[in-house]
């Protein structure tokens, strides 16, 4: 989270004056700070992963180019995200005129009140100062939002306190010119009614708008971006065509292209209540990387970041859960046994209880009925091979696979703590091994008996998907043998 500086203590508009500062229109603005920000090489898009090559470069020059900006593409590829990371490249503080509705810059009152007080006050005009953060502004295009929401209507009360219904002061002002001077953020535009779009018009295009037959001939200074998806999967509306015409950059956005990149975006947005191993973390992201690719899934939708962050938090709930039941309560013993509770682990049992929970945010195609915990089990068996051959190839797990001599079996499972599954495990010839495959797993040493039982887990689960192994599931409960 960015500091906040000291609010300016420049309070009139004298001091305002004196100090040198310099009035630069919203684009402007944001392509100073822009060009600044590249040339000083820091990143302007702090936390975006998978962007860097493809959308980023195209909205930086939009944003050079003083484009207004849609971004197309399918849920949860971190386009609202993205929005929002505009207000980094506005000045941290910004003057305005004290208790002015549409944050008029000093040097240019727009509105009849503040013409009439800047010639009344001349340098004494009071200002105020607004942080970046105030002059982001987000509104959630839902089927109900009115004209008034967005551009503004006569208010009553006004003209019941006597004002004439054609003087300006009637009108109360909607959202984008309140937005004066900042960013207006449209998310799902195209669920916004194509005649509430069409008040949008004057906005974008002449930057003035029109009330119930008032021509208010206001130089509005505003950045217009909006979020949407792809007009051939969204059945509740469409963009207009004037609209579209009038977005100067029209961008489409992506899920990760690199599996580092989704892993990345997932151990950022994902609240665990556990440690969850990078590579559970891993066979999570290449499930998900599966399901956009499998022909069962309908992709017209999209497979969304947010099933690998929910899938991620429910893991490290699930071991969470497990330690504190096994280990007596909150204040008792981790997924160890022996360890604190703060130390549970998530193993690759927990995977399979996040699957469980986590299908109905998949949308099959209409001809999988039926079939879709089959479709799951399978693509998951999928990833975490994949996972097995990255993490293990040339490791010799033949000793392993001999210490099971047709009788031995070893069981595991959401309520089995590590302790208890290590204390399980064969004596090999070569002890070693067992710390190879640790290691492998990103397990060192010095790691909790969690990561260990996790990274055995795993190779277990590879010799059964080799077929070296038979495995039993039921009841929570897994049986290697």
Not at 378 to 406: I, S, Y
Not at 447 to 462: F, N, Q, Y
Request: aromatic content about 4%; cysteine-free; glycine content about 10%.
């Amino acid at each position: 989270m960015r500091t906040v500086s000291t609010r300016p203590e420049i309070s009139t508009l004298a001091e305002l004056r004196a100090s040198g500062h310099r009035m630069r229109t919203l684009r402007e603005e944001i392509r100073e700070n822009l060009l600044a920000a590249l040339a000083a090489g820091v990143d302007p898009w702090p936390g975006l992963h998978g962007f860097g090559t493809t959308v980023i470069p195209q909205l930086e020059r939009a944003l050079i180019a003083g484009h207004d900006v849609v971004l197309l593409g399918e849920r949860g590829q971190g386009k609202t995200r993205l929005l929002r990371t505009l207000s980094g490249l506005l000045d941290e503080w910004s003057p305005v005129i004290a208790g002015s509705e549409l944050n008029e810059h000093p040097y240019e009152p727009i509105t009849a009140e503040s013409i009439t007080r800047a010639a009344t006050d001349g340098d004494q005009l009071p200002v105020d100062w607004r942080h970046r953060s105030e002059r982001y502004v987000e509104k959630l295009s839902t089927p109900d939002t009115s004209v008034a929401d967005l551009i503004g209507d006569v208010d009553p009360m006004r003209v019941a306190e006597g004002r004439r219904l054609g003087d300006p002061e009637t009108i109360h002002y909607g959202l984008v010119p309140r937005a004066n001077r900042g960013i207006v953020a449209l998310n799902e535009l195209p669920d916004l009614a194509e005649r509430i779009q069409v008040a949008l018009l004057n906005v974008m295009e002449e930057r003035d708008i029109q009330v119930r037959g008032y021509v208010l001939r206001l130089p509005l200074d505003v950045l217009v971006v909006a979020s949407a998806n792809p007009e051939d999967y969204t059945n509740r509306g469409r963009i207009i065509t004037p609209l579209k015409d009038r977005f100067g950059a029209e961008i489409r956005t992506h899920y990760p292209l690199a599996l580092s990149d989704e892993i990345a975006v997932i151990r950022q947005e994902a609240h665990l209540t556990a440690e969850v191993p990078d590579v559970l973390l891993e066979i999570l992201a290449r499930f998900t990387r599966a399901l956009r690719s499998s022909s069962a899934v309908n992709q017209s939708s999209g497979v969304s970041a947010r099933f690998a962050i929910a899938g991620a938090e429910t893991i490290a709930a699930a071991a969470r859960h497990r330690a504190t039941v096994r280990g007596g309560g909150t204040g008792g013993h981790g997924d160890g046994g022996q360890a604190g509770a703060d130390d549970a682990v998530a193993r690759l049992v927990d995977i399979e209880a996040a699957v469980d929970v986590l299908g109905g945010k998949i949308e099959f195609e209409s001809g999988e009925e039926g079939r879709e915990d089959e479709i799951l089990e399978h693509l998951l068996r999928t990833a975490t091979a994949q996972a097995v051959r990255e993490h293990f190839a040339g490791l010799d797990l033949a000793p392993l696979v001999d210490a099971f001599d047709g009788h031995r079996t070893i069981t595991t499972g959401e309520r089995v703590t590590a302790e208890e599954f290590l204390a399980e495990l064969p004596e090999l010839e070569d002890p070693g091994l067992y710390d190879e495959i640790a290691s492998r797993a990103g397990a060192n040493g010095t790691s909790s008996p969690g990561h260990r039982a996790g990274a055995i887990e795993l190779a277990l689960e590879g010799l059964f998907l080799a077929r070296e192994l038979s495995k039993e599931s039921g009841d929570g409960q897994t049986v290697y043998g």
